[in-house]
């Protein structure tokens, strides 16, 4: 029997989004996906999708920039893992990851992974990429020393952070949490001794250090998101972290001032700012749509 699957294509070559859905089967979905790249000399552009991701910052990434993109949706193993097939997509089998095929016949796909290497790429290729990308030089200041914008300096430095400083400690809330959870009962009050250890002398405080400083970063900037006044592709990739905090910090962590929010208000309403966005809300119908589909593991 032969399983079709429907496959929705947006455009942002015109002016109105336009969506079209085709038909055809599993063994024709390469060939048939490289034929519509070529006929609209677009590149194809495929986010390898893994449920409960980062992946779901991609989704407002492109859908932030009207891009036209596949969604191939991968589900979490019982052990909330990602599936050993997105490791045929990338050796490390993590998700976002991305491949972009060019237009023309003989394109190979590149693929990439890293959510702020994936941000990157698309931001310099996709057309109004750049408006979430700040100026990089002062007037008449273009290679100089300290030449940089503020703005700039900000976002280079957020793409960074992110992974690299922020990310770490949230993951391993996570981590902990599901370590007392799942340990077999007779080991559950040892495991939990060492597990709020762990968690009240480096994870918390480390944590706190977190939300001060973006306290602080909001307060210092210019306008009403991390870099200045105008969204950026680093809000986006922030997004994912803050937005997934807010919805369990006070059951994680305790505030002298009663809660989350009332301990960090600038962060709390940078949050509903993020929400607020039109792109983002976007994402959130888009990815409703895509959780929706059959389990049977791609879109
Ligand atoms: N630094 C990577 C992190 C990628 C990552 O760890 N993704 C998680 C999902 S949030 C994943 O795929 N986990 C499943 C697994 O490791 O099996 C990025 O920014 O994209």
């Known amino acids: 029997m032969q399983h079709f699957k429907k496959y929705k294509l947006t455009s942002s070559q015109f002016p109105a989004r336009f969506h079209v859905l085709l038909t055809f089967t599993q063994q024709n979905k390469t060939r048939a996906l490289h034929l519509i790249a070529m006929a609209s000399e677009e590149p194809q552009i495929t986010l390898y999708w893994l449920e409960k991701s980062r992946a779901d910052r991609v989704v407002w990434l492109l859908e932030e920039l009207n891009a036209p993109y596949n969604v191939e949706l991968f589900r979490r193993t019982a052990e909330f893992l990602a599936p050993p097939e997105l490791a045929k997509i990338h050796p490390l089998g993590k ?146 972290a803050v937005i997934a905090f807010d919805g369990r910090a006070d059951q994680v962590m305790t505030f002298k001032e009663g809660s989350w929010r009332a301990a960090y208000p600038k962060l709390a309403a940078y949050v509903d700012r993020l929400k607020e966005n039109e792109g983002y809300k976007r994402s959130q119908a888009k990815i409703k749509e895509i959780e929706g589909n059959d389990k049977s593991s791609k879109l």
């Open 95 to 240: 998700s976002p990851i991305v491949s972009v095929t060019p237009p023309g016949e003989d394109a190979k796909p590149i693929i990439l992974a890293e959510s702020a290497f994936i941000s990157t790429y698309l931001c310099d290729h996709l057309p109004g990429g750049q408006k979430l990308v700040p100026k990089k030089w002062k007037d008449g200041m273009e290679g100089k020393f300290g030449g940089e914008t503020e703005e700039w300096l900000r976002y280079e430095y957020l793409m960074h952070y992110v992974e690299g400083s922020l990310m770490p400690p949230l993951v391993l809330i996570v981590v902990f949490s599901t370590v007392k959870s799942g340990a077999p009962f007779f080991v559950r009050p040892i495991v939990n001794i060492i597990a709020d250890r762990v968690l009240s002398s480096f994870v918390i405080p480390t944590l706190r250090k977190h939300l001060g400083y973006l306290e602080q970063l909001l307060s210092t900037s210019a306008g009403g998101y991390l870099c200045g006044k105008d969204l950026t592709a680093a809000d986006i990739i922030i997004s994912y």
